[in-house]
């Protein structure tokens, strides 16, 4: 069974950073790809960031050049550093531990709780 567990959320202004971390076990980290989803008030859960087993990432439109994920194998967790935050990156952020080694979304795909991020002034 896959665990996936979240932390870094929380408050913060325009325009500051947050660092996300996912630290997942139960299989071996390094085979697979990784990636963070988020889900604003009303609105649809979407990709924001994909990373494969062999580190090539990809990023949503909304966020590229801001926000950048890496994994760490030796811990089994996958990051997402968020800078130049904007109000309308509020939303709860999960991370996603897909089936494969690359960036394919499946159903059957594992899924953190969920961490809150809010960008407020």
């Known amino acids: 069974q896959v665990q996936l567990v979240e932390s870094g959320g929380g408050l913060v202004q325009p325009g500051g950073s947050l660092r996300l971390s996912c630290a997942a076990s139960?299989?071996?980290?390094?085979?697979?790809?990784m990636a963070w989803y988020r889900q604003a008030p009303g609105k649809q859960r979407t990709l924001i960031a994909c990373?494969?087993?062999?580190?090539?990432?990809n990023y949503a439109d909304s966020v590229k050049g801001r926000f950048t994920i890496s994994r760490d194998n030796a811990k089994s967790t996958v990051y997402l550093q968020m800078n130049s935050l904007k109000l309308e990156d509020t939303a709860v952020y999960y991370c996603n531990a897909p089936l494969y080694s690359t960036c394919l979304y499946t159903p059957r795909d594992y899924w953190g709780q969920g961490i809150q991020v809010t960008v407020s002034s």
């Open positions: 139960g299989r071996l980290f390094s085979a697979y790809a």
């Open positions: 990373i494969t087993n062999g580190g090539s990432a």
